[in-house]
C-alpha cells in the first residue's frame, strides 16, 4: 500500500516537471468542453495508454521500445493533423478530406453532441508521448518489474503513478476551463482560442519530434519535481536493483565495489557462527549451462557449493575471479562445486557468444548458468555484482558476501562448511592468488572516481554544451576545461539508452578523473570490424601508464564487446585528463568503470 500511495504522489508532481509540458496544450486544447463529456474520458485514454506502454516496457524488453518509438511517432502524426485542423480547418479539409474528418472528429464531433470516442482517442495518443516522461519513482517501478518480473503489483503502481498525473492534469483543467469560459463571455475569443490552441499543438508536437522533451526540457528540470520524486524514494528503506537495460530505464546499478581487499594470510580462527539463510534456490531459469550439464539443488546435496553471481564486463567481478578459481580449484577434491552465475548488466552480456567468448578467455574452468532472463537473480533475490553464497552440505544457505573483499572470510566459511559435511581440509590456510590485467586487485588507496555510464539512462556529469540528444545524431563539441568526474563527447555520436555510438570516424571521448586504473566497456561496430584508438593522458602518451589493452603511445584496437583496461598508473596521486579519439566509426561506449 505505501509504495502505491508513493507512486500516485510521484505521479501528482508529474505535472511541475519540463517533460510534461509537450503535453499540455492537448489537454488544455478541450479546455472549453464539458469535463466530463471531454476532459476526463481524454485523461482515462492517457493513462490508459500509458500503463500499457509502460507494463510492455517492464515486460519486453528492447523490443518494446522500437515498438514504442513507432507508437510514438504514430501518435505525432496524429496529434500534428489535429493541430493543423484547429488552426486552418478550411484548408485541411481540401488538402485531404479523411484526415481533415479525423482531425476534426478528434477536435470538435459534426454531430455538436458530446463524443466519449474523440477524446477518449485522443487521451491514448498523448499517453503514447508521455509514456518516455519518466521519473525517478516510474524509473524505480519499472527497474523492479525487469528484474522481478512482471506481475500485478507492477500494473497497479503504473496506474497508480498514472492516476497520480492525471489527477493534477484534471485540476489544471477544470481551472482552465473556467477561465476559457470567462475569456468567451466577455472577449468572443473562441476562434482565437481555437487558433491558439492549434498553435500550442503544433509547437509541442514539434518540441517532441526534435526531442526537446526529453533533452532540453528534461535539463531544466533541476531542483522541480525529480528532486520532490527523488525525496520520496529516499523516505523508502527499498534497495536500488541494477540497471535493466533496460532499459532500465534505469534506477541505480547495485554497488559494485562495496568491500576493500583485505589481507589474505590469516592465523587459524575459531568456528564462525553461520545462520541458516534459507534453502538453495532453484537453478532451472539458466538459459544454458557452459561446462557443465544443468545443475539441480537436488543433485548438489551433499556438496559445498558457491553461487557467484558475476558479469563479464564488470572490474569488480573481475576481480574476484582469481579467489573463485583458486577455491574452485583448491576445494574441488573436498567436495566444493562454484557454481557461476552470469547475469548481464548490458544487453551485449545476454549473447551467448559472447559469454562463452568471455568464459574463455577468462579462463573460467567451473559450471556458469548464463541467467540472460535474470530468473535465478530474482530466485536468489540478489542485487549485487559480484555476490557470493555459500551452500552448506543440506542445501541451505548459510553465508553471502556483496562486493569485492573479505575473501579471508570467505574462504574460512568453506573449510567450516567443508568440515562440517565430514570433509575437513588438510590445510587450513587461505589462497594468494595474483591477478593480472583486469583481474589484479584494486588500488589500496579508492579511487575518487566513480563509475560513469554513457548512455543517456544513467548518464550524469556531462559537460558538453548542449547536453544529451537522446537517440538522435548529433555533433557534439568538447569544453577547453573539465571538472574532475566530467566528461564530454567530441565528433558526431549517437547517445543511446544504454551506449553512445560513433556515428562518424575521429570521434572522441574526455574524462578528468582521479583513480590508478581507468577502464571503458567497448564495443566495435555493429558489423563486427575492429575499431582502432589513441589514448592520451594529459595530452601526452600514457608511457608507462598504459593498461593491458593499450601500449606506451596509447594504441590499441576495439576486437569484441568488453571491458578494456586503458590506464594503469604506478599509484593513485591527482586528478588527470584522460582522452580517446577513435579512428574508425562505429565505436560503442557503454561505461567507465575505475580502480
Known sequence: MLLLIVAYLGGVLTILSPCILPVLPFVFARADRPFRSHGLPMLLGMALAFSA??????????????????????????????????????????LTRPLVALGLRLSEPASGKASVFSPLLLGVGTGLLW??????I???????????????????????????ACTSLAAALLFSGRLFSAMKKSLHTG??????A??????????????????LLSRLSVGTTSALEQALVNRLDMPAPPPQSQPQPRASAGPEGLMTVSAQSAPAAPALKLPDEGKLPSLAGATEWINSAPLTPEGLRGKVVLVDFWTYSCINCLRTLPYVRAWAEKYKDAGLVVVGVHTPEFAFEKQPANVRRAVKDLGVGFPVAVDSDYA??????????????????QGRIRHHQFG???????????????????????????????????????????????????GYEQARNFASPGGISNDRARVYSGVATLQPNQWTLAGEWKVEGERAVLVQANGR????????????????????????FRVRIDGAPPLADHGTDTDAQGNGVIDGQRLYQLVRQAANQKDRLFEIEFFDAGAQAYAFTFG
Open 131 to 136: 509514456a518516455p516522461c519518466a521519473g525517478p
Open 509 to 532: 571521448i574526455a574524462y578528468r578523473f582521479h583513480a590508478r586504473d581507468l577502464h571503458l566497456v567497448l564495443g566495435p561496430s555493429s558489423d563486427g570490424k575492429p575499431v582502432r
Open 138 to 164: 516510474l524509473g524505480l517501478i519499472l527497474t523492479g518489474a525487469a528484474l522481478n518480473g512482471a506481475s500485478v503489483g507492477t500494473s497497479l503502481l503504473l496506474l497508480a503513478y498514472a492516476a497520480g
Open 53 to 94: 506502454i509502460a507494463t510492455l516496457a517492464a515486460v519486453g524488453g528492447g523490443w518494446v521500445v522500437a515498438l514504442n518509438e513507432y507508437g510514438r511517432s504514430a501518435a505525432i502524426a496524429l496529434l500534428a493533423v489535429f493541430g493543423v485542423t484547429l488552426l486552418f480547418p478550411s484548408v485541411a479539409d481540401r
Open 191 to 196: 476562434e482565437w482560442m481555437r487558433r491558439v
Open 404 to 454: 569485492e573483499g573479505k575473501y579471508a572470510k570467505s574462504e574460512q566459511v568453506i573449510q567450516q562448511l567443508l568440515a562440517e559435511a565430514g570433509r575437513p581440509v588438510a590445510s587450513a590456510g587461505l589462497v594468494s592468488p595474483d591477478g593480472q590485467g583486469t583481474q589484479a586487485a584494486a588500488a589500496a588507496e579508492p579511487a575518487l572516481s566513480a563509475e560513469t555510464y554513457l
Open 376 to 393: 535465478i537473480w530474482r530466485a536468489f533475490g540478489n542485487q549485487y555484482w559480484p555476490a557470493f553464497y555459500l551452500v552448506d552440505a
Open 198 to 215: 492549434g498553435v500550442a499543438v503544433l509547437a509541442g508536437v514539434g518540441a517532441i519530434a526534435l526531442g526537446l522533451d526529453t533533452g
